[in-house]
């Protein structure tokens, strides 16, 4: 049985940033590059393997997908993998996202920007499609997975999150939504939540968990999650109205925290509720 309370989760944290303990780190890092259909272009992961990564393991490992590649998923590898040397998560394999047009491919199909003069439509329908149907068979076939996926964003990369659970709910067993930044208020998220509040109405597959977070109004400066709380609050409401019973709602607001350490917290917490069999809260 996996079990970490809260405690326990701030000194593993403390442990894998300061390298203070002396268990064995993540990871085998590998890149990769996947000539994408979807996108018509190059896609770049990083991946980082167990330490113990062995690919005739029977039970296979879960996947955990994180956007913006670099140092999130690296602390995140690093962090699981001291979570299971404490006996508190099995081992993952966790994939990192390199971006290519960060703010394009992550707005919404529905949505569009200016380039260079002229209106371009988000990339984010396309960015969708690779990753369902290029990038976890990618992943699938060439490592031992068990099929238990989950999908990390921060900031942009949370918006992008809660578009994708919008439009394909079930593709993942986890979302970890941190920080999600919709730019002005009512401006980008009107239409995502709308999408989002039909798809949760409809009968189809759905994550086994929704984490959602936000640093809070205590951390002030230019890094403060502040302007993001009336959309976190928004988000929170209409999950929490028609989310399915079944799926596993957890928010939160971190007071102290601001935009930066907010991520960091926040995925030892998603661990610990996601993977623990029994998470203490």
Known sequence: MYKLSIS???????????????????????????????????REIVVHLPKNYDPNNEEGYPVIYMLDAGAKDKLTAEMASY??????????????LKNIRRGLDFLPHYYHTEIDGEQVFGNGGKLLAYIENELIPFANNQFNTNGDDVFAGHSWGGQFLTYA?????????????TSPAFGDVGEWSSKTFDALEQ?????????????????????????????????YYRLT?????????????H???????NHTSNGAISIAKALQLYFAASPAT
């Open 8 to 42: 326990l989760a701030k000194k593993f944290l403390f442990c894998v940033v300061f390298g203070v303990a002396s268990a064995p780190l993540a990871t085998a890092q590998q890149e990769f590059s996947i000539e994408s259909e979807a996108t018509q272009e190059t």
């Open 83 to 96: 979570y299971h040397w404490g006996d508190l998560m099995p081992e993952v394999i966790v994939i990192g």
């Open 237 to 249: 409401a209409l999950l929490r109205r028609h989310l399915p019973e079944e799926v596993k709602l």
């Open 251 to 257: 928010h939160e607001v971190h007071d102290s925290a």
């Open 165 to 177: 659970l919008s439009q394909s709910p079930g593709l993942f067993d986890a979302y970890f939504i």
């Open 199 to 231: 798809t949760l109405k409809q009968d189809q597959d759905f994550p086994g968990l929704v984490y959602l977070s936000v640093g809070g109004d205590g951390s002030p400066g230019p890094l403060s999650d502040a302007g993001l709380l009336p959309e």
